[in-house]
């Protein structure tokens, strides 16, 4: 997954997050947040994705890409008891602008003495780190069985925050599917559901969270309530979902909890 953040003005930046896996658009008090993304299990296994007000789980489309991608996926579900401030109303979409060049990039992927649970679809992942750079690009997990949390402090303040810290938002992107493999480490959180846990256990301890809702999103909508920091400690797990074509996943799975 590839991010890159852009100085439009003193209070307007785009984060660009690119990858055959997700995409994902933010503004976050004038600063605009984009992630783009596709990859897939098998061209011709397609599945149609449906989803409505009141599910709280979605089949997502799975196809291989042409050529193979070392690109995240994004995450979600769709929204049950509580939508993020920045959906809803049926109000105009707002769009990211395209990213500025030559900026220092995502850090290398470094280990992090982390792992995560998600015991109601099977997860026990290892957990990697990269630090969102200059230009806010976003590194890409290393395989498909990883799963990458997002260190935003060095540059961009008021974003993310390590698991257990008062006040963060946790983000952790994962692939959905993988060349050559199928389906990926974040397959299955479309079918979590408001109540089930997710632990992340750091040197510290165990964190866990409880999922409060999901939500379907567009790839290059406002997503200022997904990755910003709301005052309580919280959880965001972002892959792909969606119609599949031309390398890329027509929507995003966001899924929010928590901490308990």
């Not at 769709?78 to 809803?88: E, K, L």
Request: charged share 15%; aromatic share 8%; glycine share 14%.
């Amino acid at each position: 997954m590839q991010v890159l953040w852009r100085e439009a003005s003193a209070v307007k930046r785009a984060l660009l997050v690119g990858g055959p896996i997700a995409v994902i658009a933010l503004v976050i008090a004038g600063a605009a947040f984009a992630m783009s993304g596709g990859g897939g299990e098998a061209a011709d296994k397609q599945e149609a994705v449906a989803a409505t007000a009141t599910d709280t789980a979605a089949t997502a489309t799975a196809t291989i890409p042409p050529v193979p991608t070392e690109t995240p996926a994004s995450a979600g579900l769709q929204a049950t008891d509580a939508p993020p401030p920045s959906s809803g109303g049926g109000a105009p979409v707002r769009r990211a602008d395209p990213p500025a060049p030559n900026l220092s990039g995502p850090g290398a992927p470094t280990g992090t003495g982390m792992s995560m649970q998600i015991p109601a679809i099977g997860v026990n992942a290892g957990i990697y780190g990269r630090s969102v750079g200059e230009n806010g690009q976003m590194g890409n997990p290393s395989g498909a069985w990883d799963v990458i949390w997002y260190d935003f402090s060095q540059n961009w303040a008021g974003l993310g925050g390590f698991p257990g810290e008062p006040g963060a938002n946790a983000v952790f992107a994962g692939h959905v599917d993988y060349i050559r493999v199928g389906p990926a480490v974040f397959w299955s959180i479309r079918d979590l559901a408001p109540g089930d846990q997710v632990t992340v256990n750091t040197e510290s301890g165990p964190i866990t969270y409880v999922i409060d809702w999901s939500q379907w999103a567009e790839p290059d909508q406002d997503f200022t309530g997904y990755v910003e920091r709301t005052g309580q400690d919280v959880i965001t797990l972002v892959t792909c979902i969606g119609g599949f074509s031309g390398g890329h996943y027509s929507n995003r799975l966001i899924v929010r909890g928590h901490r308990i």
